[in-house]
């Protein structure tokens, strides 16, 4: 037993690494019913006591916090993050002028510390790119803060510019007008319904220029853009305009019928979104006016209008105005 048991250990142990979800059942008995012991880092089968696999590395802190005061007492700092200019690896020096007692330092060490901390910040943003990193990280974090942009997205925003970096993009570009571009960019392949109206309406630079800019960033950096779905507005706009779920169900069920006659083709997705919802609410009964529409979808009132007329006549949709 002992050998066949250090024999399967090796084997389960060679495995798990790659993969944490593997070991699920005995391989000795087949057994499903395992035991993890947390505190020896064990998994054991319930059913034979094989030890499957034995000193199992914990991956959380070695401390338990119930408060704010006891979270102090971690030794570890940020995670590493793409949205900081150093990656939040760069130390830094408090301005509470304190020591760590909490007690307020002497006058001739409070200038001191002063040079200390102004040379350390001179040190962080010291090369031009540094600098340029540090311009376009703040600008990204103004622009996720008003359009409410996931963490994740905002992290793969910071990687594509770091990217376009990387290929001197940046040289001659404006920085507010790439990072825009870089948004957009990774709303469009994450699905994230973000439209260029609204981008450029949070952003200093104008609209063609923030196209223009993306559409290098697509050429040089050889990027697949998905096509924009209606589909992922409507559930966006349908939570803007305070409908139910059943006017969300059968805005998609429009869509998916449009699609299968072919009226999706060249068409502006958000505006095609928009006349499902205004057909939609009218057969739930939730009626919406197309000028409040019109205003969440970011178009004017005559795209949603013909729009509406179209899917209408071409789907045969019986509704009464």
Known sequence: MEEGKWRIYLISEKTYKDDEDFIKMCPECK???????????????SNCGLVILEKEIDQGPEWRSFDAEQE???????????????????????????????????????????????????SRVYSSIDRNLALAMSEL?????????PRSIKESTAVLYRKA??????????????????????????????????IATRSYVHKKEIGRCYRLILKKLNLKIPLASPVD???????????????????????????????????DPTGLAASCIYISSILEGERRTQREIAEVAHVTEVTVRNRYKELVKELRIDIEI
Request: aromatic share 6%.
């Open 72 to 122: 102090k007492r971690r030794r570890t700092g940020s995670p590493m993050t793409y949205t900081v200019h150093d990656k939040g690896l760069s130390t830094m020096i408090s301005w509470d002028n304190k020591d760590s007692y909490g007690k307020k330092i002497s006058p001739k060490m409070k200038s001191q510390i002063f040079r200390l901390r102004k040379w350390q910040i001179r």
């Open 141 to 149: 974090d103004r622009l996720s803060s008003q359009l409410n942009i």
């Open 165 to 198: 970096t990387e290929e001197k993009l940046i040289r001659g570009q404006s920085i507010e007008a790439m990072i825009a571009a870089s948004l957009y960019c990774v709303c469009r392949i994450r699905h994230v319904p973000r439209t260029l109206d609204e």
């Open 233 to 267: 507005y409507i559930a966006r706009f349908t939570n803007e305009l305070n409908l139910s779920g059943k006017t969300l169900k059968r805005a998609n069920e429009i869509i998916k019928l449009a699609k299968e006659h072919g009226l999706t083709i060249g068409k």
């Open 31 to 45: 057994s499903t019913e395992l035991i993890k012991d947390r505190t020896r880092g064990d998994t054991i089968c």
